[in-house]
């Protein structure tokens, strides 16, 4: 249907496949200027990366036909029914979160701004509106389960989105890999220039490795045409290889192993939603709008992995079916792939579905990578991946027990969380691993200090608290943290901010236990306070304390002696691979 795109050199022309232009561009220094002077007088809204990438979507035209945030309209159709209101097919909200109220508000300009201040764009707008979390959620996602990192961040954020004429003065800034950061009328641009037609797509978030390479070049020799490998490297799925990493792999495994002139590299930035069946069509309309003709849509596309019951959010074909529902529609054709193996008798690569009958096969998933090689700082197999690919991976990804590590103390006062810590302080020394101790008294004396015992204030002291612990693991350091931190939502999300590498420790020790210990009698004052009618907002008296659903190590100081904690707290760091046993020599 859409098999011509309109092409113009430069983002100030920008068209979509319709002809329309998408948003207005302040291309003009007049009216960029003009707009910049004024923009002191306007309320601002930072976006988080999800609406970084989506306003540069926006504005290039990888999100065509839409022109800015959806609408209450658009937006209430697109969940119940993958439309717009006027019945152009689109899978998911693209929606910027706000909160009405200090200048965000109706026939106001919002300016649009990045973690660092920079101006990027003016929403002028036109309206706000209130929506149902769970409907969202259920319509766009398929699941109100919190595993799904849409539906957890659908939790966190507010409950109103606002729409309007977006102006754009610049996209989000990018230093890296720029020469790899083409938009879609600059890809279509290139495609013709290198006489291509016929375009396949290749979806990814993972780093490429020799059954990707295998599927690959099987699509583009089916359609035979080029091939776009397109990456994302804007909000991924928790955990994932940082994309530094993955571009460096795929430019060696482009640069290497593929045939000169048989395939581009480009860089998109998009924030995944993971939503699968949905999500796939999403990737298809993209791809389109970049100029493609071919997408390859492969086993569980796009998927987040199990819920919180262990089963899949999707079935393993969800996507495939929903693609070639709406492949027509979209204007974009379809390669679909099984799972590829090897089959090592035969030093060849092979469709799961056509290997012959009793023939041997070999496969290392995604958490096996990650666990049994790198983590241990074990070389990937060359029948695996590429020695330049595993190189990289090997460089960039240490083994857990040279990774940074949070490990996060939580229980009443009086548990025993700030003893046993300050032991495993000296213990976790004893294996080469050397630590910041984060207490929570001095927390509240240094990092902390002015806030309050309310639950905003408590909430914020938990996140400084992972924001700093956070950082320290993210560059291989170890903090351990001490606090009570008695809500389960904030302790998840300092969780979030070590990207995996948290272990939780609970100290379940009997609040009659704790009140045996208070020294400062703190316990016997907030139950006087209460009794008197002046609540004190105390954790544990007058104030919930919400435990781990799921913590990695759960203590009872009131049956473990110090060391009996201790030992326990090393026996499981031993089991998860952050320290090694003594007499074990590290690779």
Same mark, same amino acid.
């Given at each position: 249907?859409?098999?011509?795109?309109?092409?113009?050199?430069?983002?100030?022309?920008?068209?979509?496949?319709?002809?329309?232009?998408?948003?207005?561009?302040?291309?003009?220094?007049?009216?960029?200027?003009?707009?910049?002077?004024?923009?002191?007088?306007?309320?601002?809204?930072?976006?988080?990366?999800?609406?970084?990438?989506?306003?540069?979507?926006?504005?290039?035209?990888?999100?065509?036909?839409?022109?800015?945030?959806?609408?209450?309209?658009?937006?209430?159709?697109?969940?119940?029914?993958?439309?717009?209101?006027?019945?152009?097919?689109?899978?998911?909200? %693209? /929606?910027? *979160?706000?909160?009405?109220?200090?200048?965000?508000?109706?026939?106001?300009?919002? @300016? #649009?701004? &990045?973690? !660092?201040?920079?101006?990027?764009?003016?929403?002028?707008?036109?309206?706000?509106?209130?929506?149902?979390?769970?409907?969202?959620?259920?319509?766009?996602?398929?699941?109100?389960?919190?595993?799904?990192?849409?539906?957890?961040?659908?939790?966190?954020?507010?409950?109103?989105?606002?729409?309007?004429?977006?102006?754009?003065?610049?996209?989000?800034?990018?230093?890296?890999?720029?020469?790899?950061?083409?938009?879609?009328?600059?890809?279509?641009?290139?495609?013709?220039?290198?006489?291509?037609?016929?375009?396949?797509?290749?979806?990814?978030?993972?780093?490429?490795?020799?059954?990707?390479?295998?599927?690959?070049?099987?699509?583009?020799?089916?359609?035979?045409?080029?091939?776009?490998?397109?990456?994302?490297?804007? %909000? /991924?799925? *928790?955990?994932?290889?940082?994309?530094?990493?993955?571009?460096?792999?795929?430019? @060696? #495994?482009? &640069?290497? !192993?593929?045939?000169?002139?048989?395939?581009?590299?480009?860089?998109?930035?998009?924030?995944?939603?993971?939503?699968?069946?949905?999500?796939?069509?999403?990737?298809?309309?993209?791809?389109?709008?970049?100029?493609?003709?071919?997408?390859?849509?492969?086993?569980?596309?796009?998927?987040?992995?199990?819920?919180?019951?262990?089963?899949?959010?999707?079935?393993?074909?969800?996507?495939?079916?929903?693609?070639?529902?709406?492949?027509?529609?979209?204007?974009?054709?379809?390669?679909?792939?099984?799972?590829?193996?090897?089959?090592?008798?035969?030093?060849?690569?092979?469709?799961?579905?056509?290997?012959?009958?009793?023939?041997?096969?070999?496969?290392?998933?995604?958490?096996?990578?990650?666990?049994?090689?790198?983590?241990?700082?074990?070389?990937?197999?060359?029948?695996?991946?590429?020695?330049?690919?595993?190189?990289?991976?090997?460089?960039?990804?240490?083994?857990?027990?040279?990774?940074?590590?949070?490990?996060?103390?939580?229980?009443?006062?009086?548990?025993?969380?700030?003893?046993?810590?300050?032991?495993?302080?000296?213990?976790?020394?004893?294996?080469?691993?050397?630590?910041?101790?984060?207490?929570?008294?001095?927390?509240?004396?240094?990092?902390?200090?002015?806030?309050?015992?309310?639950?905003?204030?408590?909430?914020?002291?938990?996140?400084?608290?992972?924001?700093?612990?956070?950082?320290?693991?993210?560059?291989?350091?170890?903090?351990?943290?001490?606090?009570?931190?008695?809500?389960?939502?904030?302790?998840?999300?300092?969780?979030?901010?070590?990207?995996?590498?948290?272990?939780?420790?609970?100290?379940?020790?009997?609040?009659?236990?704790?009140?045996?210990?208070?020294?400062?009698?703190?316990?016997?004052?907030?139950?006087?306070?209460?009794?008197?009618?002046?609540?004190?907002?105390?954790?544990?008296?007058?104030?919930?304390?919400?435990?781990?659903?799921?913590?990695?190590?759960?203590?009872?100081?009131?049956?473990?002696?110090?060391?009996?904690?201790?030992?326990?707290?090393?026996?499981?760091?031993?089991?998860?691979?952050?320290?090694?046993?003594?007499?074990?020599?590290?690779?």
């Amino acid at each position: 249907m859409f098999s011509r795109f309109e092409r113009s050199p430069t983002i100030s022309a920008l068209n979509t496949p319709y002809g329309g232009t998408l948003v207005d561009l302040l291309v003009n220094d007049a009216r960029a200027a003009e707009m910049k002077a004024t923009a002191k007088d306007f309320a601002s809204l930072t976006l988080d990366e999800r609406g970084l990438c989506d306003l540069e979507l926006l504005a290039v035209g990888g999100f065509s036909p839409l022109k800015g945030f959806l609408g209450k309209a658009d937006y209430e159709r697109v969940v119940a029914e993958m439309r717009l209101a006027d019945g152009t097919l689109w899978p998911l909200p %693209v /929606t910027l *979160p706000v909160t009405p109220g200090d200048g965000v508000a109706e026939g106001k300009p919002l @300016a #649009l701004r &990045d973690v !660092y201040g920079n101006l990027l764009a003016f929403l002028h707008v036109e309206e706000i509106f209130a929506y149902d979390k769970e409907a969202e959620a259920r319509g766009a996602y398929g699941s109100t389960d919190v595993k799904h990192p849409s539906v957890a961040h659908l939790n966190r954020q507010s409950g109103h989105y606002a729409a309007g004429r977006l102006e754009v003065i610049r996209t989000p800034p990018h230093y890296d890999f720029a020469d790899l950061r083409r938009t879609p009328a600059e890809l279509r641009s290139h495609f013709e220039s290198l006489g291509w037609t016929k375009v396949v797509a290749f979806q990814t978030r993972n780093p490429l490795h020799r059954a990707h390479e295998e599927l690959t070049k099987r699509a583009a020799e089916q359609i035979g045409g080029g091939l776009l490998i397109h990456p994302v490297v804007g %909000v /991924t799925k *928790p955990g994932d290889v940082d994309h530094f990493t993955r571009v460096r792999c795929y430019r @060696a #495994l482009v &640069d290497n !192993y593929y045939e000169p002139g048989s395939v581009v590299l480009s860089l998109l930035p998009l924030a995944m939603r993971m939503a699968g069946p949905r999500e796939v069509l999403l990737h298809a309309i993209i791809r389109r709008n970049h100029g493609c003709t071919h997408f390859v849509v492969g086993r569980d596309h796009a998927g987040p992995g199990n819920d919180s019951t262990g089963k899949p959010f999707y079935a393993p074909y969800a996507a495939q079916e929903s693609m070639g529902k709406y492949e027509g529609e979209i204007g974009m054709q379809m390669v679909d792939f099984k799972q590829m193996v090897y089959l090592p008798d035969e030093d060849r690569y092979s469709p799961v579905d056509e290997v012959p009958a009793g023939a041997r096969t070999a496969d290392i998933s995604g958490t096996q990578v990650r666990d049994n090689y790198l983590a241990k700082g074990l070389q990937l197999p060359e029948w695996f991946s590429r020695p330049a690919v595993a190189e990289i991976l090997n460089e960039t990804s240490p083994p857990k027990f040279r990774q940074g590590l949070t490990i996060w103390f939580t229980g009443l006062s009086g548990s025993g969380k700030s003893t046993v810590a300050h032991a495993l302080v000296e213990r976790l020394a004893e294996f080469g691993r050397n630590v910041s101790l984060l207490d929570g008294d001095e927390i509240r004396t240094h990092l902390s200090k002015g806030l309050g015992f309310s639950k905003e204030d408590r909430d914020t002291n938990i996140r400084r608290v992972g924001f700093v612990a956070g950082l320290v693991a993210q560059h291989g350091g170890t903090t351990l943290c001490s606090v009570i931190s008695p809500y389960r939502a904030v302790r998840d999300e300092a969780r979030k901010t070590s990207k995996g590498n948290f272990v939780e420790i609970f100290c379940d020790t009997p609040i009659a236990v704790c009140e045996q210990r208070d020294v400062k009698g703190l316990y016997a004052k907030a139950r006087n306070a209460v009794a008197e009618g002046k609540p004190m907002g105390f954790t544990g008296v007058d104030d919930p304390y919400e435990p781990p659903l799921n913590p990695e190590v759960t203590l009872d100081t009131s049956k473990l002696s110090v060391q009996q904690c201790v030992d326990t707290i090393i026996d499981k760091l031993i089991e998860l691979g952050y320290i090694l046993p003594h007499g074990h020599i590290s690779a």
